[in-house]
């Protein structure tokens, strides 16, 4: 099956800093990441769609300058977090779909940021 | 906007029963569902997807069906174990591929 990776796992950080999620499809080729966030008991809420090599598509009430989104290749899109606060604190989760694959999209096992 | 609403109760069951999980959505039919399962700290796992023209779709233990009339979908695990204990996620999906999640309906299954 298609597997999805995250790196890191988790990450701790201090206020106003930068975290840089990876988010790497690696067994078949992503045309198309999503990331998402969530919050504890909450559900998943969609921040952007990415394409390889084009801009993100970011969702209502998400801040694209806050949350950089990069699709380089068919095969990794990056998710940076840029000057952190405790409130940015979350799971955040991607997914891949491929050619394929259909509609399925396949999620990585999520990452946890804390900001202190 | 389109909504997707899951029972926010968990749901207690005793093993060899079967789990049904409700997902309601609001405005035009998707033109997929899709339910999945989470396990804490982890992300989501795809179990079944349901088109809009087909009313029940199997997978194992696993049935899932979509009433258009009802704009609803409805989720069943048969002979449950307590291996079954999860959250349960419900998701729209168009065309474009983006999905909209429900909250998830947590499910325990006991011995």
């Known amino acids: 099956g298609a597997v999805v990776s995250q790196h890191p796992s988790w990450v701790i950080c201090k206020s106003g800093t930068s975290v840089k999620i990876e988010c790497r499809s690696l067994d078949f080729q992503a045309t198309t990441m999503f990331w998402y966030r969530q919050f504890p008991k909450q559900s998943l809420m969609l921040m952007a769609t990415?394409?390889?090599?084009?801009?993100?598509?970011?969702e209502q009430g998400v801040e694209k300058d806050k949350f950089l989104i990069n699709h380089a290749s068919l095969t990794l899109s990056t998710l940076t977090v840029t000057s952190a606060h405790p409130e940015d604190s979350s799971f955040y989760i991607c997914?891949?779909?491929?050619?394929?694959?259909?509609?399925?999209?396949?999620f990585g096992p999520g990452t946890r940021l804390t900001v202190l | 906007s389109q909504k997707i609403e899951q029972n926010s109760e968990a749901l207690n069951i005793q093993e060899g029963k079967t789990a049904t999980l409700t997902c309601n959505y609001t405005?035009?039919?998707?033109?997929?569902l899709q339910w999945y399962r989470q396990d804490p700290g982890r992300g989501p796992v795809f179990l079944l997807l349901?088109?809009?023209?087909?009313k029940e779709k199997r997978k194992e233990r696993l049935k899932v069906t979509f009433d258009t009339t009802l704009k609803q979908s409805l989720f069943h695990i048969t002979a449950s174990q307590p291996a079954d204990s999860a959250t349960y996620l419900c998701a729209r999906g168009d065309q474009g591929g983006k999905l909209i999640f429900g909250q998830g309906t947590e499910l325990s299954v006991k011995p």
């Open positions: 997914s891949a779909r491929g050619l394929g694959y259909g509609n399925e999209q396949f």
């Open positions: 405005n035009y039919s998707p033109a997929y």
């Open positions: 990415s394409n390889e090599g084009s801009k993100a598509t970011y």
């Open positions: 349901i088109r809009e023209n087909e």
